[in-house]
T-cell receptor
Framework: LAKTTQPISMDSYEGQEVNITCSHN???????ITWYQQFPSQGPRFIIQ???TKVTNEVASLFIPADRKSSTLSLPRVSLSDTAVYYC???????????????FGTGTLLAVQP | ETGVTQTPRHLVMGMTNKKSLKCEQH?????MYWYKQSAKKPLELMFV???????ENNSVPSRFSPECPNSSHLFLHLHTLQPEDSALYLC????????????????FGPGTRLTVT
């Protein structure tokens, strides 16, 4: 069963750039890589999604190497309010079909300090 | 209302009770999901509905019974639960593109915090 791997936690300071990497060895050909943010006692919130190379939006950037076996979420100039758990999400080709099994990573707890 | 709503937000029930969780999405999506999130564990996918048809049942015990009467509403019926079923239950929705590319841009509700006593 494929799974994703992320660091359990990361520390940062306000104003710094933070990079969180996720490993996903069995990503499916047609699948996208998606990152979510979750605050305590709330549902996850979609941050960014990409298929290959680099994607950027108003919140973050996503870097994906050519083999797509990993991805890096980059948060520019973090603030205290960015303290949350960050999950990466990819499809699992083991199950195939139009709806691949959805597997969230273990999540990375980002703690931003003043 | 907009987005994905869930009721109730908090629920305490005994092991012999029967209760239901409700989810409603106002986004016009065609897929809905139930997830379970226990303390310090990753989200666990429980059920998936595409176009009101259940396409995924992730080996969930039969004491959890989903129902999807239409593409906007999703229920999770609970009966004879165990204390280890206490968790945050999250509903989500998405729009499947059917173009061969699976998009996992899902929109989550706030969750129901369930405590089984």
């Amino acid at each position: 069963l494929a799974k994703t791997t992320q660091p359990i936690s990361m520390d940062s300071y306000e104003g710094q750039e933070v990079n969180i990497t996720c490993s996903h060895n069995n990503i499916a050909t047609n699948d996208y890589i998606t990152w979510y943010q979750q605050f305590p006692s709330q549902g996850p919130r979609f941050i960014i999604q990409g298929y290959k190379t680099k994607v950027t939006n108003e919140v973050a950037s996503l870097f994906i190497p050519a083999d797509r076996k990993s991805s890096t979420l980059s948060l520019p100039r973090v603030s205290l309010s960015d303290t949350a758990v960050y999950y990466c999400l990819v499809g699992d080709p083991v199950y195939g079909g139009a709806t691949n099994k959805l597997i969230f990573g273990t999540g990375t707890l980002l703690a931003v300090q003043p | 209302e907009t987005g994905v709503t869930q009721t109730p937000r908090h629920l305490v029930m005994g092991m012999t009770n029967k209760k239901s969780l409700k989810c409603e999405q106002h986004l016009g999506h065609n897929a809905m999901y139930w997830y379970k999130q226990s303390a310090k564990k990753p989200l666990e996918l429980m059920f998936v509905y595409n176009f009101k048809e259940q396409t995924e049942n992730n080996s969930v015990p039969s004491r959890f019974s989903p129902e999807c009467p239409n593409s906007s509403h999703l229920f999770l019926h609970l009966h004879t639960l165990q204390p280890e079923d206490s968790a945050l239950y999250l509903c989500a929705s998405s729009q499947d593109s059917n173009t061969g590319t699976t998009s996992y841009e899902q929109y989550f509700g706030p969750g129901t915090r369930l405590t089984v006593t």
